[in-house]
Nanobody
Framework: QLQASGGGLVKAGDSLRLSCAAS????????MGWFRRVPGREREFVAG???????FYTESVKDRFIVSRENAENRVSLQMNSLRTEDTAVYYC???????????????????WGQGTQVTVSS
């Protein structure tokens, strides 16, 4: 199971750190990803990290967001800096069974999902 937390209401330019705690002993075996959904739109990929620690970001968050994983704590985090109003969404963490250095960018690759946490960025 995945439990996401850390969302909230912030102003444009502020930072937030999302965290996703995973239960179970096999966290190291999963690539992890962050997705987001805006009402009326499809869920989109935001950032991902492979089992090896390789990362990948969607273009709109490059140089602003940082994804990291703490395997000893069964946790993946998303540090979001310089937030924009267009970052407002429900953010989901997800886990995928992929090759060692592979980062999943499609939600179809992910078989386990957290419940989502709301991030609202005001102007």
């Amino acid at each position: 199971q995945l439990q996401a937390s850390g969302g909230g209401l912030v102003k444009a330019g502020d930072s937030l750190r999302l965290s996703c705690a995973a239960s179970g002993r096999s966290f190291n075996n999963y690539a992890m990803g962050w997705f987001r959904r805006v009402p009326g739109r499809e869920r989109e990929f935001v950032a991902g990290i492979s089992r090896s620690g390789r990362t990948f970001y969607t273009e709109s968050v490059k140089d602003r967001f940082i994804v990291s994983r703490e395997n000893a704590e069964n946790r993946v985090s998303l540090q979001m800096n310089s937030l924009r109003t267009e970052d407002t969404a429900v953010y989901y963490c997800a886990a995928a069974t992929l090759r060692w250095a592979q980062v999943g960018t499609s939600e179809l690759e992910y078989g386990h999902w957290g419940q989502g946490t709301q991030v609202t960025v005001s102007s």
